[in-house]
């Protein structure tokens, strides 16, 4: 079983940058598909980005694309999320994921991390 902390979260103002990192522990993440989420009050939790086991292959979702970008070290056991031209809409609590596969609906992933929370001001 793999464990996820996320951490990078914070507060930003509109147009400016922030890189997220998940670390794992327990289990290299090699072995895992891996994926950002995120989940603004009253609203479902939203697809953000995703990337295959190997890193060959990235998937990011419309409401972010162009401005964010999945990558990974499986080296380092650390999946990045790098935001750029952040908007008031990216508020939310970011979490990262990891399945045996890759897919973008959250209700398939069996590990999740608690969360980091990032707030645009504008």
């Known amino acids: 079983q793999v464990q996820l902390v996320e951490s990078g979260g914070g507060l930003v103002e509109a147009g400016g940058s922030l890189r997220l990192s998940c670390a794992a522990a327990?289990?290299?993440?090699?072995?895992?598909?891996m994926s950002w989420f995120r989940q603004a009050p009253g609203k479902e939790r939203e697809f953000v980005a995703g990337?295959?086991?190997?890193?060959?292959?990235?998937f990011i979702g419309v409401s972010v694309e162009g401005r964010f970008a999945i990558s990974r070290s499986n080296a380092e056991n650390t999946l990045y999320l790098q935001m750029n031209s952040l908007r008031s809409e990216d508020t939310a609590v970011y979490y990262c994921?990891?399945?045996?596969?890759?897919?973008?609906?959250?209700?398939?992933?069996?590990?999740w991390g608690q969360g980091t929370q990032v707030t645009v001001s504008s």
């Open positions: 327990g289990r290299t993440i090699s072995g895992y598909a």
């Open positions: 994921a990891a399945n045996d596969y890759y897919t973008a609906n959250a209700a398939e992933y069996a590990y």
């Open positions: 990337i295959t086991k190997g890193g060959g292959s990235t």
